[in-house]
């Protein structure tokens, strides 16, 4: 490989131009880019996140491991002087340490192979030498492709502790989590272009039958009808009989039962023997036959239908396809041929049999535009890389897998399907040399990354847009399963509707005591516990007393008895229910007219006029909405029409009644719906009622214990008894305890093993005595509480039930039992595995985990045909390999034999040594081996001798394990032609067979938690409310007031360019762990210096923020809190570096700069949103984790039993065994995985002559078990990696799209919860995250944007949300969720975004909401009202007394003239001191209200007579408080004062002392206002 030959690799762009006429888009260059720049964007995001973690965990691997090196070689092994026979077979690392990692066996030492002088190359490119080495391993182990084998590196090298931590958190987050969300990405930019590519793959529609077409027809009437016709209609020539037979479904019936015959004909077809004629067997004749009647059901059609009609149906047209391949295929040179596909595609004509099937396949593959170009695109671009690989690697030397085109296709075919990918790489790696390494790797994961996380994800994408409904069917699919589910609740289980079977027997009572000649029959007793200690009270009284009244009239001393009395009550209650229900209705109804009136009067009054136009906000926008919807609903018909209306007018009336109509159909709906509901109920409780009184041992435990005894409510109350805390609370008391003592039976089940076993082990013995007197207290004490099986709360009422009770009786079994002596395949050593279900348990004591195997069983009817689908698919396959292949697999093991009959002897075998080095043989050396004799066999794990081997051979590569092995053994010893056999069913399987379960699995998981239905509203609702549970308030102090050096620090550490300096400050010091830290080696001594210096710039960091936020303030974000512990650790490092300087204070200060990384997700937006999406969904996947390690202990404990003893094999060797519970843990992690799980499963079905069998005791031989390895391995792959991993792909999914959702997508973008965050954070001023009540009304008044809330316009919604605030939480403290919840609600349109519980509950809240805050406006109106009318009284009443006074003193000044100049000054001053003397008592009563324009005429009191007394009673008086002197001046000073008078007694009331008076009045004003309380008339919260 040279430059010059990287000028060859442009060569095959060219065949993009022929490409792009399958790929031309119907779309406008415009829209097509900016979906690609969008979805660009979002790939690059994640790209970029897994970037973060592949140089974390490249960061972590070179400070943990380093070099693996370290290898067994020989005593006499030389410098220099390394071959294959120095190493030790198989190669096995070794450690340094005597203390950990493996020790060499005598005769071997332990030598670093580079010291002996191996290069890099030989040595290989995997590994953790430096971080370019470290990422690059990192990758190909969270590929799951040969992870495996580094860690048992790591195990041999290191302590173990190390190697499974490492590994088992880097497959979990890299491989489960973060890989993952390139799948979610993909969905939901799928999900967005969907729409716009709709016209070019076409609508989904729903099944409707091929042999069905709809046309239009006018009807009797005049209208139109869509109206199916059948396209079988007879239209050939063929009698009459025969078209009917032909139509008919007995005919139908008969041909698909034939197809059936011949499938199960083809699948019996086996190998014969070499010698066997296969031509003309009784299988060939069979499939003779079958051609012949299916050509005749063909001929049959045609002549039924005519030609032209026949082919009008596509499934018609693939009938025809397979009569004319299977006609051909029975010409016995075409037989066994590759017209055997024709044959065994017969078997897709039994979808029909299922509707169910036949429908779910359509939904698959009905629209097959977008799975077909999906497919078209895919093999484009195979071809393109192909050709582009086979142009940089041709001419390499000593690399043979891109010497031609096809071995180039099927090298890029199998790095597509990740199966040996590694290997790929490596061979190409080593083939190149050191210097190209780099760019091959690059090239080569780059094309892996987009192969595997890209395209794989848009089969995912393509799958569940198929699953998905249209948004028109949510609607009526959440509608009617709301009524599905009310009528399931109306019936009582099959076990309680037993007692109906038998006649009522109620209980009898006979009342002695009763003083009468006559003899009393039997009364029921329950009839008569309702007299007991009762007396008669008379029924008018009864319906007085009814809680619909509003008064009572009765006085009888005992009023609690009749309250009690529940029968006579309802009866009562239904005949006065129709006179509340439309008192409530008026009272509705008069509350919107009073609503409506005043904002048409508000509207009308022109108060909005002359105001700036505004954009309005969402909330007023929705309040409007709702105003609207109400009006509407209950407005009048008088209202809405009238007379003179423009045409403009008329248009919108109609668009409102139409509106008006189908709010009344959906109000209908939702009403309808809640009633069956409540009826249901109460028919479900009245029947438990029924049989509780008509038979008497309903509801008793085992038919003894009564109801009511005492012992069974001592059991009720100690089966039922729990804490009160939220985690505690989970669970009962006695759940706790069985829990405990289950994990304990667990733990104590993990130390059995083969040798070590609990027949024969006392101490584990005492375990399981315990579990079972515990387990045995705990059922009888739930048995005794609520029965067991006929009672309606019994422990056998579910399969968690049958679950505890087969566990329970298994364990019973086993501890009378104990045998000493178990034989293998025997009864006792399946007992021994049925008690290895004991961890399950813990699904049935934990509700969480039950609703975990909900959610994986409630979907089992899509898996289910998932599986069918899969499994015709590999018959179809296995038929084909049958009659292709079999016999024709098998060969002799010595390569250069070719015949059967020179297969003999013995021959030499070489031994692979190692897959990692790369040593190269030296002149006359051979590579270590053995004698071996000649066999002819088939391949030792695989083979197409029957169809059950070759669906089991098929069934592994459908897993992508192994299949590679199958395809070179294929073309090596068949054909190469063949080799498109094996290529088409993985391509199949895997980009269909194992993307459909992806798919499913999250569909299933999205209809269970209920989001499937959900229509794009709703669902942007519910990702609204997980967003906002999350979100936090800001805990960023404000700036300082003044411009000193704090808020100067303040600007310098809150400046985007600071923040971005930190950030490239961490990676720089994180840089510095690209070498391993080693104590010995000179480099490490430098970098910990520049690491110290790093660690002097964090802290000055720290100290900035400290001083610009002060250390309260500081200390409030968690993210500063975080920073100052990784800074004080690190201060701590240097103090102990210096000190010290060991192996220990290195590892220390590599721990911190790796504790200070994480702070970049932090710094970073993306990275900080896909954290969250990875931290939360490792939050909510809890339990399905701990479900998955359950079942890998119950499947971990049953390995141990049935192959705790298997002898080593390919797979099964010291690192991977059986041989206790923790190794079968590691070997199932493993599988999980998916790595080499099948031979592992080979090696566990070792039989004799390959093995020594003992007949007495299971652990005495060491040979597996064929058919339980079987069942073992393939339930365990099938449920944990189909099933469990993809759950929580769909939880990814999920959590996705609740962070990662669009400006546009949001119901509240990002910007409006900022925006409330700071204004929280201004009226928060003590950062506690709670304010009081009253400050919600100011927080609302700051609002800006889309939640500002316009109290010119819209007063009344203000109202609403501050009497919610006040009524939801008492008056008293609000949280930061609590006012954003509310504002949340009122931001959207309920009627689209809420379901139907949460919108009844929601449309109840706010009707009431709306009732009382329109009371308390009534209330406060009435009292302006009366306000107004006393001012005006007193106004009157104080111009007359004005009058009287002003003539009295004219008339004394007429007759006794004063003297102007000495009097009038003295009479001014002693009443502006009177009234001044009065102030403050008015002040105080007034200073919460502004003065209005209708106060004026109650301030016309003269000041002279302010301090007159008042009249006597029966006499007009005079307020008891005096007015405010500005309106104190009387008539007489009007009129003979002038305005010279008028001036002086203003100046005089208005001194400058009166100044800082007035200043510091207001000033108090605005300081109540702030800390306002609202009173007892809520005054100060509606007259805002």
Known sequence: MSPWGMLRIPRPLIMIRAFRIYFRFELPRTRITNILKRSGEQIWSVSIFLLFFLLLYGILGVQMFGTFTYHCVTDDTQPGNVTWNNLAIPDTHCSRELEEGYQCPPGFKCMDLEDLGLSRQELGYSGFNEIGTSIFTVYEAASQEGWVFLMYRAIDSFPRWRSYFYFITLIFFLAWLVKNVFIAVIIETFAEIRVQFQQMWGSRSSTTSTATTQMFHEDAAGGWQLVAVDVNKPQGRAPACLQKMMRSSVFHMFILSMVAVDVIVAASNYYKGENFKRQYDEFYLAEVAFTVLFDLEALLKIWCLGFTGYISSSLHKFELLLVIGTTLHIYPDLYHSQFTYFQVLRVVRLIKISPALEDFVYKIFGPGKKLGSLVVFTASLLIVMSAISLQMFCFVEELDRFTTFPRAFMSMFQILTQEGWVDVMDQTLNAVGHMWAPVVAIYFILYHLFATLILLSLFVAVILDNLELDEDLKKLKQLKQSEANADTKEKLPLRLRIFEKFPNRPQMVKISKLPSDFTVPKIRESFMKQFIDRQQQDTSCLLRRLPSASSSSCDHPKRSAIEDNKYIDQKLRKSVFSIRARNLLEKETAINKILRACTRQRMLSGSFEGQPAKERSILSVQHHIRQERRSLRHGSNSQRISRGKSLETLTQDHSNTVRYRNAQREDSEIKMIQEKKEQAEMKRKVQEEELRENHPYFDKPLFIVGREHRFRNFCRVVVRARFNADLLGLVTYLDWVMIIVTICSCISMMFESPFRRVMHAPTLQIAEYVFVIFMSIELNLKIMADGLFFTPTAVIRDFGGVMDIFIYLVSLIFLCWMPQNVPAKSGAQLLMVLRCLRPLRIFKLVPQMRKVVRELFSGFKEIFLVSILLLTLMLVFASFGVQLFAGKLAKCNDPHIISREDCHGIFRINVSVSKNLNLKLRPGEKKPGFWVPRVWANPRNFNFDNVGNAMLALFEVLSLKGWVEVRDVIIHRVGPIHGIYIHVFVFLGCMIGLTLFVGVVIANFNENKGTALLTVDQRRWEDLKSRLKIAQPLHLPPRPDNDGFRAKMYDITQHPFFKRTIAVLVLAQSVLLSVKWDAADPVTVPLATMSVVFTFIFVLEVTMKIIAMSPSGFWQSRRNRYDLLVTSLGVIWVILHFALLNAYTYMMGACVIVFRFFSICGKHVTLKMLLLTVVVSMYKSFFIIVGMFLLLLCYAFAGVVLFGTVKYG??????????????????????????????????????????????????????????????????????????????????????????????????????????????????????????????????????????????????????????????????????????????????????????????????????TIEEEVAKQTIRMWLKKCLKRIRAKQQQSCSIIHSLRESQQQELSRFLNPPSIETTQPSEDMNAINQDNSAQPETSSQQQLLSPTLSDRGGYRQDSADAGKPQRKIGQWRLPSAPKPISHSVSSVNLRFGGRSTMKTVVCKMNPMSDAASCGSEVKKWWTRQLTVESDESGEDLLDI
């Not at 690192?1215 to 079968?1224: D, L, P, Q």
């Not at 996705?1296 to 997508?1305: G, H, N």
């Open 1210 to 1407: 390919e797979n099964i060797n010291r690192h991977a065994n059986f041989s206790s519970a923790g190794k079968a843990i590691t070997v199932l992690f493993r599988i999980v995985t998916g790595e080499d799980w099948n031979k592992i499963m080979h090696d566990c079905m070792v039989q004799p002559p390959f093995c020594t069998p003992d007949n007495s005791t299971y652990w005495k031989t060491d040979c597996g078990n064929y058919a339980g390895a079987l069942m073992y391995f393939c339930s365990f792959y099938v449920i944990i990696a189909y099933i469990m991993l993809n759950l929580l792909v769909a939880i990814i999914v999920e959590n996705f799209s609740l962070f990662y959702s669009t400006e546009e997508d949001q119901l509240l973008s990002y910007n409006d919860l900022r925006h409330f965050q700071i204004i929280w954070n201004m009226v928060d001023d003590k950062r506690e995250g709670v304010i009081p009540t009253f400050r919600v009304k100011f927080l609302l008044r700051l609002l800006r944007g889309r939640l500002e809330v316009d109290l010119d316009k819209d007063k009344l919604l203000f109202k609403h949300m501050c009497y919610e605030m006040e009524r939801l939480h008492n008056g008293g403290d609000v949280t930061f969720h609590d006012v954003l919840s509310m504002l949340s609600y009122r931001s959207v349109d309920i009627r689209k975004s809420l379901q139907l519980e949460e919108l009844l509950a929601r449309e109840q809240l706010e009707y």
